[in-house]
């Protein structure tokens, strides 16, 4: 896809796209897979558990994108809100 100024960037292109994605979710894997090899100490019991950090960011994030919608949908006004 090229730009405003008709170069085509390398990091618009759809298979460095889907490149980058392969790529990110082999090391997300392997950090996934890592933890198999940890001697976990968890202070709480639950985040002592395999791969607890990855389901829990995973989750945190979720609940974020799905509260910033539900805050988006009570705080939006509309377009005329400020009498243009």
Known sequence: ???ADGKDYWLARPST??????VFIVILALTVLADLFIDHHGDFGI???IGFYAW????SC???????????????????????
Not at 17 to 22: D, E, K, P, Q
Not at 56 to 59: A, L, R
Not at 63 to 82: E, H, M, P
Request: proline share 3%.
């Open 62 to 84: 979720v609940v974020l994108v799905i509260g910033s919608k539900a805050l988006g949908v009570l705080l939006k006004r509309k377009d005329d809100y400020y009498g243009r």
């Open 1 to 3: 896809m090229p730009s």
């Open 47 to 49: 985040d002592g558990t």
């Open 17 to 22: 796209i889907r490149l980058l994605w392969v």
């Open 56 to 59: 829990y960011g995973f989750v």
